[in-house]
């Protein structure tokens, strides 16, 4: 009955219930980023503020659904105060809800937690889940007030396949490259993760994110990752002639049997070496060795025309929905919110539209 169904909110990982790992792992929708580690990390190395809900049926752990406050992304510029937040399942990663039991009645609880954990500003829930299976709670999230929308990607591939069939299936000019840079005596490596490897590696990464104005995530992430997860974090290092040319980072999700590329440590100077494309192969054949069954190259605009979507896109592998989720917690500003979101995108879609055609977008290169 529901009534037996109590609800927790945790301000912090450092307070989940110890089954917390014990559902992710049972679960069809288990993940790395459910789990404590992960949440940890998020928490100490972003600052970010966890509200995670718990739901107990007499003291077992039936239900469970990890977020964080953000900032809702707006085009200008507003005061901290001022800022309109939002509950994110979960970001940096991927999150929602995971249920066992009776579905409905716990799906309930855990919603009104959520609806508990939406204060101090917060406009709106978003869930943002890796794994499809998530679609079967799509008629209790739709009941509920969530909206889906598909406005990112992953491109997964195939690791249960032959190596040739993979290989195979990349681009020519990706097998080009590769093959240039084995022949060119590029070797891959697994460093340990001292403290002086995670420096150099976090140099490249952060000297690649500032060369195309992305969101660079501070060292004390990267340190929170390594601490916090262990052997789950696996940096690949290429070699050229005794210089380091370039760094992956990469992301062992061991529930869902995935290998998942998370950042790259590329210098500009390098590109012309092409060691993501034999940092790419090395992975790749060192994750099928260990029996993982896909090899996840990261989220990805949904544009075919994005090119980081066309780069990633040359090394085979199937195009998966990240399947998003919102539901607006302050009706009147999220309805608002939401218009004006629409018509932002709609113009800066017709902009870069404009600028592609005027042949002036410039290609990101390697990542």
């Known amino acids: 009955m529901s009534s037996t169904l109590s609800l927790d909110v945790h301000a912090s990982a450092a307070t989940l219930p110890p089954a917390w790992n014990d559902v992710v ?7 790395v980023f459910a789990r404590t580690e992960w949440l940890r990390a998020v928490e100490r190395g972003t600052g970010a503020e966890p509200r995670h809900v718990a739901v107990s049926r007499d003291g077992t752990l039936v239900g469970i659904c990890p977020n964080f406050v953000s900032e809702l992304d707006l085009p200008v510029s507003l005061p901290a105060g001022l800022r309109p937040r939002e509950l994110v399942s979960v970001s940096p990663g991927f999150g929602g809800p995971i249920v066992t039991g009776d579905y409905d009645a716990v799906f309930d609880r855990l919603l009104e937690g959520v609806r508990a954990a939406a204060t101090g500003g917060v406009w709106d829930h ?3 889940a890796l794994d499809g299976d998530v679609s079967q709670y799509s008629e209790q999230l739709d009941a509920r007030g969530y909206v889906p929308s598909v406005p990112t990607c992953q491109l997964v591939v195939d690791l249960t396949q032959p190596l040739d069939a993979i290989f195979e299936s990349w681009d020519k000019d990706r097998r080009r490259t590769a093959r240039k840079a084995r022949e060119a005596g590029m070797s891959v490596s697994q460093p340990d993760p001292t403290s002086g490897e995670r420096e150099a590696f976090y140099d490249a990464y952060a000297a690649m994110i500032d060369r195309v104005d992305g969101v660079r995530f501070a060292p004390a992430f990267f340190d929170a990752l390594f601490e916090a997860l262990g052997d789950r974090i696996v940096l690949f290092r290429a070699d050229l002639d005794g210089e380091a040319v370039g760094w992956h980072c990469y992301l062992r999700d061991d529930e ?10 590329l210098r500009e100077e390098h590109f012309g070496h092409h060691p993501s494309s034999r940092l790419h192969e090395a992975a790749m054949e060192w994750g099928r060795e260990q029996g993982f069954s896909t090899y996840n190259f990261g989220e990805s605009n949904a544009d075919v025309t994005e090119g980081g979507f066309r780069y990633k896109s040359q090394y085979g592998g199937e195009v998966l929905p990240v399947l998003t989720f919102e539901r607006g917690l302050a009706r009147g500003r999220w309805a608002v919110y939401r218009a004006a979101r629409r018509a932002y995108r709609t113009l800066g879609a017709r902009s870069e539209r404009r600028v592609r055609l005027a042949g002036r977008t410039p290609d990101p290169g390697e990542t």
């Not at 792992?25 to 993940?31: D, K, Q, V, Y």
Request: glycine content about 10%; aromatic content about 10%.
């Open 25 to 31: 792992a049972r679960s069809r929708l288990g993940t």
């Open 256 to 265: 869902q049997d995935d290998l998942h590329h998370f950042f790259s440590g």
């Open 126 to 128: 978003r869930i943002r």
